[in-house]
């Protein structure tokens, strides 16, 4: 059974930091193109950052230079690193893995950016 589990979202003033983690079992891990999606309310979800199997990453035009994903396989575990938060950058976090384009969701971290 796979699962990926989302962990780290909460509460925190614009300007402040949070790190995001999401744990996979089920999976092959090390094979896995993993992803940071977010889904605001009434707007689409829409890809955040992404790494694949390598190190390779991209984000979104809206997060680069304050926000960085890593993986650590031995942990199969993927992380988003999120600084200097604004509030737009509130919404439901979710954890994606994808393979050969079949792809895998955890069920989602709230983050509220708010003073």
């Known amino acids: 059974q796979v699962q990926l589990v989302e962990s780290g979202g909460g509460l925190v003033q614009p300007g402040g930091s949070l790190r995001l983690s999401c744990a996979a079992s089920?999976?092959?891990?090390?094979?896995?193109?993993m992803g940071w999606y977010r889904q605001a309310p009434g707007k689409q979800r829409e890809l955040v950052a992404r790494?694949?199997?390598?190190?390779?990453?991209n984000y979104a035009d809206s997060v680069k230079g304050r926000f960085t994903i890593s993986r650590d396989n031995s942990k199969k575990t993927v992380y988003l690193q999120m600084n200097s938060l604004k509030p737009e950058d509130t919404a439901v976090y979710y954890c994606?893995?994808?393979?050969?384009?079949?792809?895998?969701w955890g069920q989602g971290t709230q983050v509220t950016v708010s003073s």
């Open positions: 089920g999976i092959m891990f090390s094979f896995y193109d």
């Open positions: 994606n893995a994808n393979f050969n384009g079949y792809g895998y």
């Open positions: 790494i694949i199997r390598g190190s390779n990453t």
